[in-house]
């Protein structure tokens, strides 16, 4: 299994994986395993790639997994992300205020069904903490209320902490924070 950045050619098994999890893609029973909330297209995840980081897990040249991370100016184009901006002067993190923090927003992430419990998500969380260690104070993360296993894994395997919530369009979510280490882990 490969951890790296992701390069043009993986831009399409991002997009595979992107539509097969993609909640309006799922039927209700399907996901309670897991879903991903936003649709990229290629243009967008090669903007994320440089904005911040587009990781991915390749095996066998296949991509099985894959986490975006964007800055706060890149993904407040989106509305959901916009809101979630929005509420960062009301809601604080280890005594700090969201808004007072060079921050990046976290997510999406997505783990292929066949390839989860085998320590991907935490490889990709590490790499990106390495990533961004130089530029970033802490990352800030979204996870639908209805999605469960994402947010079980996040706070369990990864240790981020929940801070808020907040509504858009109906729907609830979650706000969760990390630090990022100065030096790797």
């Known amino acids: 299994m490969e951890i790296r950045l992701a390069a043009p050619g993986d831009f399409s098994g991002v997009l ?17 395993g897991g ?12 903007d994320i790639a440089k ?6 897990a390749v095996e066998q040249h296949h991509v099985v997994g894959y986490l975006c991370a964007a800055s706060c100016e890149y993904y407040r184009r989106f509305p959901l992300l916009a809101a979630l901006m929005r509420r960062f002067p009301d809601v604080t993190y280890s005594g700090r205020r969201l808004d007072a923090y060079r921050s990046f927003i ?22 990106l903490l390495r990533v961004v260690r130089s530029t970033y ?12 296993p994402s947010y079980e894994a996040h706070v369990r395997k990864l ?24 030096r790797s882990r």
Not at 35 to 46: D, G, I, M, N, Y
Not at 51 to 56: E, G, H, I, K, N
Not at 107 to 115: H, K, L, M, N, T
Not at 165 to 181: D, M, R, S
């Open 51 to 56: 904005d911040v980081a587009l990781l991915v």
């Open 16 to 32: 595979q994986l992107q539509a097969e999890y993609f909640i309006g893609n799922l039927a209700a029973e399907a996901r309670k």
């Open 159 to 182: 240790g981020m902490t929940a801070i808020g919530e907040y509504e858009f369009e109906g729907h609830q979510y979650g706000i969760l924070a990390f630090t990022v280490p100065t």
């Open 35 to 46: 879903f991903v909330s936003a649709e990229f297209t290629t243009q967008q995840l090669e």
């Open 106 to 127: 976290y997510g999406p992430v997505c783990i292929d069904r066949s390839q989860r419990g085998r320590g991907l998500l935490v490889a990709l969380y590490e790499e």
């Open 137 to 148: 104070e802490i990352g800030v993360a979204l996870i639908s209320n209805a999605n469960r």
